[in-house]
């Protein structure tokens, strides 16, 4: 098959010819159809990172596609054709972090597709485990399904914040994670889902997205909040994940607040714990999704509950994936690029 193959820091993939992957009893391989490029294969192969991808892998951990060939544990129950979005895990199943939920990343055995264990969707073809494999229904397309991995790291952010109905919710950042996490926040109860983005391109997305209102960046965050809610935030999503944006949250929280850390910052990072003892705030972290978010997102999607394709921006094939990644190093127009096979 041919696999867009990373190079090593500070060069372009290249779209090579490898070895098809091969099904193993607990898997399956998919024709794949759609993958979106994540912020997090742009952040583990720059020069930065903490924890840099190794040379010789293939990323991709958004994505979707056609079952092709299927492991001896899944026979009869997946056939050639089906169609899927990918949990982008292949765990063991067996354990007892995989028999209470299959939580992203928390299977000793597990192995991450797209992020250096197991080969990703920025290819022809891909394995993943039977049991991830999450059927798409025809009403949901391929395109949607590549999006149902970002869309559930939104919701599962908003799930960790416990939002209360009724909620004022300020997202800092209107990238692919902040959109997804507005969208959720409002279609779970929000009533204001105020939106701090400088990319006049991004406000306009997160207004399709479910913002409400939007705040200047540059300016005190809380105060601008307050004179559209009447209140500060409950709640403060920062979708972005650059140094001394937490502190800055800090600073900024209301008494009794939640932070929500849904950006990643992958550097050394200082905050001042007494402001945040002060006003009793409360941060929580995030990682990833369970299994049952991609099933509810899929099928809101089904129903037409949400409409997300309007987060893809362009479409790539594979050939034009190695510039266009390198080209989102410094986003202009572009939300989700997604290549289309
Ligand atoms: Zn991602
Ligand atoms: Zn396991």
Wanted: proline share 6%.
């Amino acid at each position: 098959m041919r696999a867009a193959m990373f190079k090593g820091v500070g060069r372009p993939m290249e779209v090579e010819t490898i070895d098809d992957p091969t099904p193993e009893p607990h898997t399956l391989i998919l024709k794949v159809k759609n993958c979106g490029i994540c912020g997090s294969d742009l952040h583990m192969t720059d020069a930065h990172s903490i924890m840099p991808l190794a040379a010789g892998n293939v990323m991709g951990h958004e994505f979707s596609g056609e079952v092709v060939a299927i492991g001896s544990d899944w026979k009869g129950r997946f056939k050639e054709g089906d169609r899927v979005a990918a949990f982008p895990y292949i765990s063991c199943g067996k354990c007892p972090a995989c028999l209470s939920g299959g939580a992203f990343g928390m299977c000793p055995e597990g192995k991450g597709i797209g992020l250096g264990q197991s080969h990703g969707g920025y290819a022809e073809l891909v394995k993943i485990a039977g049991t991830g494999a999450h059927r798409l229904p025809d009403v949901v397309s391929y395109e949607e399904g590549a999006l149902v991995e970002p869309l559930a790291v939104g919701l599962h952010a908003v799930d960790k914040a416990q939002m209360a109905r009724g909620a004022t919710v300020l997202v800092i950042g209107a990238g692919p994670v902040g959109l997804s996490v507005m969208l959720w926040a409002r279609f779970l109860g929000a009533r204001h889902v105020i939106v701090s983005e400088r990319a006049a391109g991004r406000r306009e997305m997160a207004a399709k997205f479910g913002a409400t209102d939007m705040v200047d960046p540059s300016q005190p965050l809380t105060e601008q909040v307050m004179k559209i809610a009447g209140k500060g935030p409950d709640i403060i999503f920062e979708c972005v994940g650059v140094p001394g944006l937490l502190n800055q949250m800090i600073n900024e929280a209301p008494v009794g607040a939640t932070i929500l850390v849904a950006g990643v910052c992958q550097e050394m990072d200082q905050i001042l714990p007494l402001t945040a003892i002060v006003k009793e705030l409360r941060l929580q972290f995030v990682l990833g999704y369970r299994p049952p978010d991609f099933d509810y997102v899929i099928d809101m999607i089904a129903k037409d509950r949400v409409e997300v394709s309007q987060m893809i921006t362009d479409r790539v094939t594979l050939d034009q994936l190695p510039s266009a990644f390198e080209a989102l190093r410094k986003p202009t127009t572009q939300c989700k690029v997604m290549l289309k096979n």
